[in-house]
């Protein structure tokens, strides 16, 4: 097992992974109204993507180009409430795929630094009254 995506079960795995992390993302109320109404597309670019960063086969750059996950990001408001909620999202969805250690903690160790990294707006910031 050369790569984190094979280890893992590579693309069911993560198919079922982004599903669980889609779910949460619907009962979330501040997440929720972020992501377009059909989640269809965000989930196959998210599996897609995650497949391809834990080594899996580059099919999200071949079709979309290079990620630039922070400018695609750039049209939401990401503040620190929000990297929280989807944090929470993808946190409970790799704890609920019984994915094991060192992947586990290899995942979480990376959704906790890119979720960090997409914040694009301070939210902590009171609006001048
Ligand atoms: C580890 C961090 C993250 C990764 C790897 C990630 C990955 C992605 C990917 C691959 C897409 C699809 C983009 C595309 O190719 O079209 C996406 C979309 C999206 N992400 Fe993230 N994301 C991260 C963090 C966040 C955070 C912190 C938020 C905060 C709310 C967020 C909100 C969204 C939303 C709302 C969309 C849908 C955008 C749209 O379709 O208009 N993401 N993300």
């Known amino acids: 097992m050369d790569t984190t995506y094979e280890a893992v079960g590579g693309m069911e795995f993560f198919q079922s992974l982004v599903a669980a992390f889609y779910v949460n993302v619907e009962r979330d109320p501040l997440l929720r109204p972020l992501y377009p109404p059909d989640l269809t597309d965000s989930a196959k670019w998210m599996t897609l993507f995650l497949s391809q960063y834990f080594g899996g086969p580059g099919m999200y750059s071949e079709i979309k180009g290079h990620p ?62």
């Open 68 to 129: 630039r996950l922070r400018m695609r990001h750039g049209h939401l408001q990401i503040g620190v409430r929000e990297r929280d909620a989807w944090w929470q999202a993808m946190h409970d969805a790799v704890i609920a795929s019984g994915v094991a250690e060192p992947y586990r903690g290899a995942m979480l160790e990376y959704f906790t630094t890119a979720a960090d990294w997409m914040i694009n707006h301070d939210d902590q910031t009171p609006t001048e009254t």
